[in-house]
Structure formats: structure tokens, C-alpha cells
């Protein structure tokens, strides 16, 4: 459960990058974070795993707030950044190892083995992450993220550069995820995926919450027949 | 199409030096900046012009100063070929703006007109050193004319073309032939230690022969004679010597001619070339085909992994193993090799240091100043420095990984204390036995120099978190071109004052005491900044997002 009580930030004095945003995410609950560029999506994604500090509110995983039990809540996530470009020296192997490492991963052997062929790129292993295409990073990214089966699966934008076999994967096990009653937060602007997945979305524009609820409510209290890009246009223009 | 070419050439010289500074926009700080880069440059400038002045005034008495010239016109054509083999391989292949630069509506040769450009101005910065403050001293102990002065500066211009053009071609049509995804790390770093071994060499060389004015003179004239044999191969340094020395119009006009033309045929034959090697070098390349296995998956420590990973994210990527470890390495080695190679062999020099032995009973001259040199020896080690700036942007992976940020900073320091430490432990030990040096001063001065290394190593992180360049563009702006390496080298300076202090004042007191004193300031300080990085561990995370 991620809960994010008022929360704001701004980069530069006088400009509210997000704006005291509310929201709860519930366990077993697909979230889809909504909004055009620089909406604030990735600001508040860092703001909830420690990468920034809000400058007002706080923001609780699995009830532990991210600034005064820091390590406690960041064992409650995985994370996929939104640039999986890191430690590109390093081998896919020796960084999924180190990740194990780090999140004190038992049976490591068999879930990167497993998670590696499932999207297929167990052959690969051992060769740098230098060597890999922006999508072979991002799985990589994504699996480091699953390894130590976190309660909370955060990702920002994490289709990008996917090919059509791994972004469909991704959705069957962020289902997965979400149906053995863990939480799954990801920001997107593809809105087919955010349409079929979510259990509920979030619309952000201009760092201000817009909308918070189901597909079916963004139809029914904006545009009453329309695509949910129609809606979206709609909320995020008449901000 | 001459404004598009110059405005992208702006942008890539940008890219490649300028951004570290120009992304400080904080007044305070970048005025700080700035002075310490004056400081810097102004130290190097005096260098120069001390060298020019001892050498030329040497070269005066006996009527040979025009020596001078051709010496300083070598030095340039040398020092623009190798910067150029340096440089270009980053700046005309494994730059990131590549990828985004070859999309763009210029068209390929403009884009390599530019990319020259970039390179020459690199040569151009050099110059300021090696060829305009020299040139400067010369013509005022010389007393030359107005014209004299016009001369150097239209000379400093064109040189670098030739040299330029030669290095850009090798490196060019190399990359022609080598697999450049699969092979470029290893083309890098040979290229880097080529140079620098070459540079040793040169060292090594003139710390053997230029000890008196007489060698020294011994050593330009042998320079000079190297440059006259070089004529016929590089026609561009006989016209620029003759047009300095005989501010001679018509080696002038040859020279712009011959630098002309080159910079034409230049750009032709590098359109040609230059972007069949530039497209493969960002597709990736075959992979190893070799399997994981079960040690793959074993358990590790924490710590050792984590510093782990921070040695092989510093030795495999050429740029950071190159800048960062091998002027380490290099230094200490350059230093025990110079040792066991004085002139006057070492059973002299080993007397020497007995007498002085006798004269420093305790041995707290020997310590004093093996503390000294030690400190002076490290001045170049920047892995401290530019730590959670080299990861780019697996910086932010420091932060949302359950690991407190405060000992994650900790483990990034033990390669910079290590890769400081040992070099120079080896070397001091080796110079130790040769001269028959007491163990003691010299176990104590290795203590000393091990707490310093830690403390330094603790400050260059800071400076680091302070002051994170980790959006980088190219790695270069990390290592190369980055202010913070100035906070370094000035701690390293104020840290020489308690040696040369205990050195002047403390010589009459017992090695004990000396030692004492010693390890009190610099455990103090290197303790103090322990807990800085442990309390201020939240301050210090603030700039890395
Ligand atoms: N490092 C930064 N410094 C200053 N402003 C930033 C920085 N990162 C983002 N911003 C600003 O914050 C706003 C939100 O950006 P971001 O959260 O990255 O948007 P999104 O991920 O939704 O596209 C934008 O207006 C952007 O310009
Ligand atoms: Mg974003």
C-alpha cells in the first residue's frame, strides 16, 4: 500500500512541480499514473522512493514513511527508473547478483533463471549491459526490480522501448503481481494499456491531481461516450 | 552553412568541456569556480613562462636562442598530434551526442567540419602553454618587434592543422577496420597508455639530463638537431620556425598555404570516411555466447560486492580507467623508476642519504619529508572526486536502494584509498630500501600517509555530493573537465603546510613527538570528515536526483 498524504514540490521557488497531491494506492490494486509531459509523474514516483523529499506532506509505504524509516520502506519496493541506462560496465549477471545482494534474495538461482528466460534473455547474461539495446536494459531493470518479490512494484514509464512479446509479459505479471494482493504503481501516456490494466487511474497535469477513480467514472463524469484519450484530452485541457 | 557550422561546433565544445561550468549558475559558486580555474591556469602559465625564461636566457649566452623556436614549434605539433589521438576517439566516435546529432538536418559534412573544429580548439587551449606564453617570454628577452608578435599568433593558429588532420585520419580509418562496438574499450585504452608512456619516457629523459644548465643546454640542442632532421617529414614546422625565426613573409605564406590546404582535403577525406565508422560504433555488437553458471549465483558480502562494483565500473570503462586509476599507477612508478635511474648511480646517492642519516638522528627529517613527497604523489588520484558523478545515472540508484547513503559513500572511497595508498606504499618501500632508508621514519611516514589518503579520499566525496555532475553528456565532463578536481588538488596543498611546518619547526624534536603531532591533525581531520559524511548523510544525498 502506497499512501501519499499532501505532498508537494517545486524545482525552482514559485513553481509547484506536483501540488499537494493525495492518494492512496490499495494492496492488490493495479494503479495507472496519467498525464502529458512534464505533468510531474516522474517528480512524484522519485518523491515516493526516496530519490527526492518532498518539500510539504508525507508519503507512507506499507505504513512506513519514506524520510523517517527510510530503510524499512525501501525494502517495500521495487523500483524500475524511468532510464534504465545503469552501471552499463557491469554484466546483466553480476548486476542482478549484486541486486540479490542487497535485498537479501534466498533462491536467487532460480528466480533470475526464471525470470530470465521469461522474457528471454537468459542466453545473454553475461555480457555487459553496455552491449544491450534500450529494451534488453529495461528488462534487465525490471527484473532487478522483481527479484526480492517487494509488496509494492513501482515503474515509471516501463513499456517504453519494449518489444510486443516482453510489454505483453510485463502486463500479465504486473496481473500476477496485483492478484496475489500486492500493489502495482506505474506511470504511463500510452492509454490503451492504462485502459485494459488499471483497476484505477490517476490524471496529473501541471503537478495538480486532476481525477482519481475508475476507466468507467473518467467516462462518465467528462466525455459520456468517448475514447479514453477523449477524456483525457479533456480533463488535462480544461486544467 | 558557415553559421550552422560554427553555431554546432559551439555546441559540441560545449558538450564536451564547457557544460560543467556553464551548469553552475549560482553566482557565489560559479565565481568561485571561475577564480579557481584562473589560480589554475595562472599557476600553469607561470610554468610556462618560468621554463621559457630559464631556457631562453641559458640559450642567450651562447647566441643560440633561435633554438628556442623550433623547440617550441615541436612541442606544439607533438602536443596537438597526441592530444588529438586522445581526444578524437571520444569526441568523433563514443561521444553520446552522436546519437542524437546524426538524426539532425545538418548535413555529414558539416557535421564533420565541426567535430574538427571541436578538435582544433581543444589543440588551441593547449597552445596557451606550449606555444603562445613561450613565444611571449621570447619576444620580450628578445626584445622583437610589433610584427614579431602578429607572427606567433597567426602561427599559433594554423599549426595545429596539420597535426590535427594526421591524428583524425589515423584514427579514422582505424576505426574503419576495427569492430568498434566490440573492440572500442580496449582501442582506447592502448592509445592512452601509449601516451603515457611516451610522456614518462620524456620525463624520465629530461630528469636524467637536464640536472645543469650545461645538460640542459646539451638536451635543447639535441632537441633542436631532432626538430631540424624532422623538417623534411613536417614541412609545417620548418616554415613555422623560419617564419618566427626571419619573420619571414614567404615561410609564412607557406605555411597558411600548405595549412590550408590541408584543413580542405581534411574535411573531403573525412566526409568520406568518417560516418562509415561512426554508424557502427553505436549498434551493438555480437554477444558472448558463454553461459552463466552456478558461482555465478553465489552469495556474496555486502561490502565486498559493493566495492566490487565500484572497481569494475572504474576499470572498465577506458575513460575512467585512464583518467582516474592510471595516473595512480603511473606516477609512483614513474618516481621508483626515476630512483633506481639517477644520474650518479645509486651506491652515491645511498651514501648521501647515510650522511644524511647520520645528520638526522631521529629520523624525523626522513619522516617529515616522505610525508611530504607522499602527499605531493597523490595529488592526482580523482576517483574520490568524481565517485557518484562516474555513475551517471545509476547515481539515483544509491538512493532508493535500502542501503543508508552515508555508508554506500563509505564503500565508494576504498578504491580512491586504496588506489592511493598502495602505489605509493610500494614505491616508498622500493626508494626506502634502495637508499637504505630506517625502517622506522618510514613505517611512521606510511601511517601518516594512510590516514591522509582516507581523509582525502573522504573530502573528495563530499565535494562530490556537494557539487554531482552525474547528467552528464559525455564521461569526459566527469574527469576531465571538472572544477570540483580543484577542490583536490587544494586539499592536498593545505595538507603539505603541516609537513613543511613540522619540517622547519620541529626538526629538533624526537621522531615520536613529530609523529605524534602529525597523527593528531591529520587523524583529526580525516576522523572529522568520517562523521561529516555520517551526520550530513541526508544533506549530502540533497543534489542527487
Ligand atoms: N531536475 C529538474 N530540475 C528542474 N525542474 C525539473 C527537473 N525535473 C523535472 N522538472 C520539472 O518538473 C516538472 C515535472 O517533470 P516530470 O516529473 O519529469 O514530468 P513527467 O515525468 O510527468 O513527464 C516539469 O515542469 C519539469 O520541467
Ligand atoms: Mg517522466
Redesign the interface.
Known amino acids: 500500500m502506497i499512501e501519499i498524504k499532501n505532498v508537494s514540490k517545486s524545482y525552482t521557488k514559485g513553481k509547484k512541480s506536483v501540488d499537494s497531491l493525495n492518494l492512496t494506492i490499495n494492496n492488490g490494486e493495479i494503479f495507472g499514473f496519467l498525464g502529458p509531459n512534464g505533468a510531474g509523474k516522474t517528480t512524484t514516483i522519485k518523491m515516493i522512493t526516496g530519490i527526492l523529499d518532498a518539500d510539504e506532506g508525507e508519503i507512507l509505504i506499507d505504513g512506513y514513511d519514506i524520510d523517517k524509516q527510510s530503510m524499512e520502506a525501501k525494502r517495500q519496493f521495487g523500483f524500475v527508473p524511468d532510464n534504465p541506462d545503469i552501471f552499463l560496465s557491469l554484466k546483466a549477471i553480476e548486476y542482478l547478483n549484486f541486486l540479490c545482494d542487497i535485498y537479501d534474495v534466498v533462491e536467487r538461482e532460480n528466480k533470475i533463471v526464471s525470470l530470465t528466460k521469461k522474457f528471454e534473455i537468459y542466453d545473454v547474461l553475461n555480457n555487459k549491459l553496455e552491449s544491450f539495446s534500450h529494451g534488453m536494459r529495461q528488462k534487465i531493470v525490471l527484473i532487478g526490480a522483481l527479484l526480492h518479490n517487494p509488496n509494492n512494484w513501482i515503474l515509471d514509464e516501463p513499456m517504453t522501448g519494449l518489444d510486443p512479446k516482453s510489454s505483453f509479459d510485463l502486463k500479465e505479471m504486473m496481473k500476477e503481481h496485483a492478484d496475489e494482493g500486492k500493489t502495482v504503481f506505474f506511470s504511463t501516456h500510452v492509454l490503451e494499456v492504462a485502459e485494459k490494466m488499471c483497476d484505477r487511474i490517476g490524471i496529473i497535469s501541471k503537478g495538480k491531481l486532476l481525477f482519481v477513480g475508475t476507466v468507467e467514472e473518467a467516462r462518465e463524469q467528462f466525455a459520456k461516450e468517448g475514447s479514453l484519450e477523449k477524456v483525457f484530452l479533456e480533463i488535462t485541457e480544461n486544467a | 552553412m558557415l553559421k550552422r557550422i560554427f553555431s554546432l561546433t559551439r555546441v559540441l565544445i560545449k558538450t564536451n568541456i564547457g557544460a560543467a561550468i556553464a551548469k553552475q549558475t549560482v553566482g557565489k559558486r560559479k565565481i568561485f569556480t571561475i577564480l579557481l580555474l584562473v589560480f589554475a591556469y595562472g599557476y600553469l602559465i607561470f610554468i610556462a613562462g618560468a621554463f621559457s625564461y630559464g631556457a631562453i636566457t641559458t640559450l642567450m649566452v651562447v647566441n643560440q636562442h633561435s633554438a628556442f623556436i623550433s623547440l617550441i614549434c615541436l612541442i606544439n605539433i607533438v602536443s596537438s598530434l597526441f592530444e588529438t589521438f586522445i581526444t578524437s576517439s571520444n569526441v568523433l566516435y563514443l561521444s553520446k551526442d552522436n546519437d542524437y546529432l546524426l538524426p539532425l538536418p545538418f548535413m555529414p559534412f558539416e557535421i564533420v567540419a565541426s567535430k574538427i573544429n571541436t578538435l582544433l580548439t581543444f589543440s588551441y587551449f593547449s597552445e596557451v602553454f606550449f606555444g603562445l606564453i613561450p613565444l611571449i617570454v621570447y619576444g620580450y628577452l628578445t626584445k622583437a618587434s610589433l610584427l614579431f608578435y602578429i607572427f606567433v599568433i597567426v602561427v599559433l593558429i594554423v599549426i595545429p592543422f596539420v597535426p590535427v588532420f594526421l591524428a583524425t585520419l589515423v584514427i579514422m580509418i582505424v576505426m574503419l577496420f576495427v569492430n568498434m562496438?566490440k573492440h572500442k574499450s580496449l582501442f582506447q585504452t592502448i592509445g592512452i597508455i601509449m601516451v603515457m608512456v611516451t610522456t614518462m619516457s620524456i620525463s624520465i629523459f629530461m630528469s636524467n639530463n637536464a640536472s645543469s644548465q650545461q645538460d640542459l643546454l646539451i638536451v635543447l640542442n639535441k632537441v633542436n638537431g631532432l626538430a631540424q632532421s624532422l623538417y623534411p617529414y613536417f614541412p609545417t614546422l620548418k616554415f613555422a620556425s623560419e617564419a618566427l625565426i626571419n619573420t619571414s613573409f614567404v615561410s609564412l605564406f607557406l605555411l597558411i598555404l600548405i595549412s590550408a590546404v590541408s584543413y580542405v582535403v581534411m574535411i573531403l577525406v573525412s566526409n568520406k570516411i568518417y560516418f562509415k565508422g561512426v554508424v557502427g560504433s553505436s549498434s551493438?555488437?555480437s554477444?558472448?555466447?558463454?553461459?552463466?553458471d552456478?558461482k555465478?549465483?553465489?552469495?556474496?558480502?555486502?561490502v565486498v560486492?559493493?566495492v566490487a562494483?565500484e572497481f569494475?565500473?572504474l576499470i572498465?570503462?577506458p575513460v575512467y580507467f585512464t583518467q582516474c586509476v592510471l595516473p595512480s599507477l603511473m606516477l609512483p612508478a614513474i618516481m621508483a623508476f626515476t630512483f633506481s635511474q639517477v644520474a650518479g648511480g645509486i651506491d652515491k646517492l645511498a651514501n648521501d642519504s647515510s650522511q644524511i642519516t647520520i645528520f638526522d638522528i631521529g629520523g624525523q627529517v626522513t619522516f617529515s619529508v616522505l610525508v611530504l613527497i607522499s602527499i605531493f604523489m597523490s595529488m592526482y588520484t580523482y576517483i574520490s572526486i568524481t565517485a557518484v558523478s562516474r555513475?551517471?545515472?545509476?547515481a539515483?540508484?544509491m538512493?532508493?536502494?535500502?542501503?543508508?547513503f552515508y555508508q554506500q559513500l563509505i564503500y565508494k572511497c576504498v578504491p580512491d584509498i586504496l588506489l592511493t595508498f598502495i602505489p605509493n606504499c610500494i614505491m616508498f618501500v622500493f626508494v626506502s630500501i634502495l637508499l637504505k632508508f630506517p625502517i622506522l621514519p618510514v613505517v611512521l611516514a606510511l601511517v601518516i600517509f594512510a590516514i591522509f589518503a582516507i581523509g582525502r579520499s573522504f573530502f573528495g566525496i563530499i565535494i562530490d555530493c556537494k557539487n554531482p555532475k552525474h547528467n552528464f553528456t559525455s564521461e569526459y565532463q566527469v574527469v576531465k573537465s571538472n572544477p570540483s578536481i580543484f577542490y583536490d588538488i587544494a586539499y592536498n596543498f593545505v595538507l603539505l603546510i603541516p609537513s613543511v611546518l613540522s619540517l622547519i619547526f620541529l626538526s629538533d624534536l624526537p621522531l615520536m613527538v613529530v609523529f605524534l603531532i602529525n597523527f593528531l591533525i591529520h587523524g583529526a581531520l580525516s576522523f572529522g570528515l568520517y562523521k561529516y559524511i555520517e551526520n550530513k548523510d541526508f544533506e549530502l544525498a540533497?543534489k542527487?536526483?
Open positions: 562496438s551493438t555488437g554477444y558472448s555466447k558463454k553461459k552463466v552456478k555465478d549465483f553465489v552469495k556474496g558480502s555486502l560486492r559493493y562494483k569494475k565500473c572498465r570503462k555513475d551517471g545515472g545509476g539515483l540508484f538512493k532508493y536502494i535500502p542501503i543508508p540533497q542527487i536526483y
